[in-house]
């Protein structure tokens, strides 16, 4: 059950808590006035008056220290009671760079208050945990350095995973993944860095690379598809594009300019986007899709089923092609209730005439399955993992076919 915000009353006179205690607990002052005091060599050094609308308490419920002074209630006083709990998971998750400052400010206003006190020592009890948030500070800005590095330098490259057919067996698209490459020739896996890039906005950068390096290998991976399979349809490139990418109309712009000096025909470019984008502010994804969609480019919803999808926006928004997530086509062959659900989302996509993309399919029967499901195309490592560039030429070259069956 979740914390229960709660009141509390004290009489004029009554301690509320006293220096050197332990709490958890700050209180936010709905009525009455409270003395903030100090003991100095026995004898009392009064801090602070407050009243209505003012917290007290709040430091030790922060760092988690002794409580820097006493606090008496000097007429009937009601509080609302703020429990650690309620903001240790926000603190846990906030920037680290900010939950820094916030210790730092803390600590340093921790120790003027000691000097007063005529406590020499430095508040020693939170050094140990600032030491852990000043690591946790550090290791962020070296990331975040890194990865501006890692873009100056042209660390990053695009992989291409095919996306089959699942009737005809043949590659019908691709998507590009991008790799951060390291010295020692591996590779650093997206999930690792994606999430620090959204977060610091260095995402919008690295996401014009991925179109304009994904477009660019294009030209050269439909002509040779050309070239090898004359009479099946050019293979679509469908490019991963961040909510933040979109959340400015500007650079809805810039993604405009990338694919038409591309050359490549838009009806040959698919952007994945994920249910977040659609969820957090519908009105502006609306006109962002809308925006992009002039351009000629299909839209596939990325993941589906993974977030906190309401199931009206699949016809409010201009989607083209339903990528249903890997953890539905796991659990097909898992459970009937799996292989139900995953049923129902290709019949939903199917009657709102969306193409259909199954994802992470590891094994054959996978593919079979959702073929007869209805699904159009599909991807996963049984065709094959995400490829560099040349590889994904050569599996072209290749004349590959992949059969439900085989
Ligand atoms: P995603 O868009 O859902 O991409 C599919 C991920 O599933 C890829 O992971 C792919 O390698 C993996 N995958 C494909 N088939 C299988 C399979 O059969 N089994 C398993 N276990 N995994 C499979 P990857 O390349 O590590 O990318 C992870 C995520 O990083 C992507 O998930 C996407 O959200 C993000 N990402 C990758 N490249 C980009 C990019 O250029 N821009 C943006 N914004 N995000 C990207
Ligand atoms: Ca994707
Ligand atoms: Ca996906």
Redesign the pocket.
Known sequence: MPEMIYSKQFAAGETIFSMGERGRNAYFIEKGEVEVFIDRDGEKVVLAHIGKGDIFGEMSMIDDAPRSATVTATKDTEVIVIERSQVLQPLQSANPMMNLLLHVVLTRFRDAQNQLSGIRARSADVGNSLDEIRDLAFARINSERNLLQALDDNEFE??Y?PIVALDGGHIAGF?????WRQEDGGFV???EF?PL??ETGL?VE??R???EQ?LRDHRSLSATFAEICPDLPVPFMS????GL?LSRLPEIDILKQIIDDSGVPPEHVKL?I?ESLMVDNPEHAADALRKLKQTGVSIAI??FGTGYSSLSYLHQFPLDTL?I??AF?INMDKTDNGRRITASIAHLALALEMNIVA????EAPQMAALCDLGCHYG?????S??LPFPDAQALIESNVRWHPDA
Do not use: C, W, Y
């Open positions: 695009m992989h995973q998507e590009a993944l991008i790799r896996s997206p999930v994606i890039a959204e995402i690295i996401g690379f991925a179109l994904s490019v991963n594009v961040s990418q994945e994920t990325d993941d990528k997530d890997r086509v994802e992470g399919i590891e991807q996963g490592f049984h065709m993992r995400p």
